[in-house]
């Protein structure tokens, strides 16, 4: 039996007693544990991608996506998950959350089968921690202890293939290219010092326009 590990606030509870789903709600509740068990670690640990969700000041939310190569999101023990954070566009809108508001939701899915698994947590922001060189190209690594660990429904989640990975994730084995938006002249002089794309001789591989 899982320790229970979510909780409902007014607001949840108002929408479940609308639509009759309290009972269904709390035997769910009861299925959401606060440790990884080895099922859900060898499911986060296939996945290359998941969805992070933060809270900044005055609860502003952000979403983002993560990816990696498969394992890049590790499970060190039933209570801690830890995920390295890489390059980026420099505005650290997810991770700069983390460090005024802990409280942290993660989206595992299986684009292929649909199975979903969601981790709700606080989270620690590490620049020093000894897992950072067994990441190559980490900048540090967040550490997770979970809430609330639980399956989700697949009902409506599209079925996707993997065409090809990201050449652009670090790897032991090859340096990843410059993205070529970073050699746009609308960013000259805004790149940090450090950054490969000052490199003349660095490959620059094409990262698609947003819009």
């Not at 190569?69 to 390059?87: A, I, L, Q, S, W």
């Not at 996707?160 to 000259?188: A, G, I, N, Q, T």
Request: with cysteine; glycine share 8%.
């Amino acid at each position: 039996m899982h320790e229970m590990g979510q909780d409902y606030h007014d607001g949840q509870r108002e929408l479940q007693d609308r639509f009759d789903s309290r009972r269904l709600a709390d035997r769910l509740s009861e299925a959401a544990a606060t440790e990884i068990s080895d099922a859900h670690r060898d499911f986060i640990e296939a996945r290359d991608m998941f969805f992070l969700a933060t809270a900044g000041e005055n609860a502003s939310p952000e979403c983002s996506y993560k990816g990696g190569d498969p394992g890049f999101v590790r499970v060190v023990d039933p209570k801690t998950v830890v995920f390295p954070v890489y390059d980026g566009n420099g505005m650290f809108l997810s991770i700069g959350n983390l460090t005024i508001n802990p409280q942290v939701g993660m989206l595992f899915i299986d684009l292929a089968t649909g199975t979903r698994l969601r981790l709700n947590g606080t989270a620690s922001v590490e620049f020093d921690d000894p897992l950072i060189g067994t990441y190559p190209g980490a900048r540090f690594v967040v550490r997770v202890t979970p809430t609330a660990v639980f399956a989700n429904c697949r009902r409506y989640v599209h079925q996707y293939e993997l065409v090809d990975r990201s050449p652009f994730v670090p790897s032991s084995s090859h340096e990843p290219p410059v993205p070529d938006w970073k050699l746009d002249p609308w960013f000259e002089g805004t790149l940090p010092v450090d950054d490969p794309a000052h490199d003349p001789n660095s490959t620059v591989g094409e990262s698609i326009p947003l819009f």
